[in-house]
């Protein structure tokens, strides 16, 4: 079974930090990978999508990157905002047409 | 495009009732959809997977006759929480995937109160 790790699990940093957030996973046979962000209380927003082919993927300030024969995917925030708080997830796609999703990181960015 | 949505996005219900929660695949077809639910300061976990027409599967632990999935139409599943429990509070989130998507879309959620 695909296990999904998250590390750290809680992260502080100034407004301004670049930063970066982690995902490992057990099985590297996998279909995709997305991160998404979810505020509290709140459901989730589809942030990147990495297909199994792909090895990053941007958007704005985001940048994911996704090693399948390691089985690590990052998160790269530049120039981090207040508004960036959340707790960010990392949800692997497989085959098996079924998502397995690691337990987060709680990033708090201080004005 | 691609969204989904959930009603209702909060519900408090007596134990011993029954809550039904819709999740809606507004301007796709959803082929499949998947419901998970969420404990406060944990991961997602996957309840079951149903599609259109068919039965729907439960991931191991889960009670198929306390959580009652319908997908009867492309657009629409719902989920029953019959008998419902304190233990059954909780958020529900809905995903879908259609035909010609990438990935998975997910409704905006339900916290389900139970007193």
């Known amino acids: 079974k695909q296990e999904v790790t998250q590390i750290p699990a809680a992260l502080s940093v100034p407004e301004g930090e670049n930063l970066v957030l982690n995902c490992s996973f057990t099985?590297?046979?996998?279909?995709?990978l997305q991160w998404f962000r979810q505020d509290p209380g709140k459901g989730l927003t589809s942030l990147l999508l990495?297909?199994?082919?792909?090895r990053e993927q941007t958007s704005g300030r985001l940048n994911a990157s996704l090693d399948k024969s390691s089985g690590r995917s990052t998160l790269y925030i530049a120039a981090s905002q207040p508004g960036d708080s959340a707790t960010y997830l990392c949800?692997?796609?497989?085959?098996?047409?079924?998502?397995?999703f690691g337990t987060g990181t709680s990033l708090t960015v201080i004005p | 495009g691609a969204v989904v949505s959930q009603h209702p996005s909060r519900v408090i219900c007596k134990s011993g009732t029954s809550v039904k929660i819709e999740c809606r695949s507004l301007?796709?077809?959803?082929?499949?959809m998947f419901w998970y639910r969420q404990f406060p300061k944990q991961s997602l976990m996957l309840m079951a997977t149903?599609?259109?027409?068919?039965?729907?599967?439960?991931e191991q632990g889960v009670e198929k006759d306390k959580f009652l999935i319908n997908h009867a139409s492309l657009t629409l599943s719902t989920l029953t929480v019959t008998s419902a429990h304190p233990e059954d509070s909780s958020f529900y989130i809905c995903?879908?995937?259609?035909?010609?998507?990438?990935?998975?879309?997910f409704g905006p959620g339900t916290r389900l109160t139970v007193t």
């Open positions: 995903s879908a995937r259609g035909p010609g998507l990438n990935g998975e879309y």
């Open positions: 099985d590297s046979a996998i279909y995709n």
């Open positions: 990495i297909q199994s082919s792909q």
């Open positions: 949800a692997v796609g497989s085959t098996g047409n079924q998502f397995y």
């Open positions: 301007d796709f077809q959803a082929t499949t």
């Open positions: 149903s599609n259109e027409g068919s039965k729907a599967t439960y």
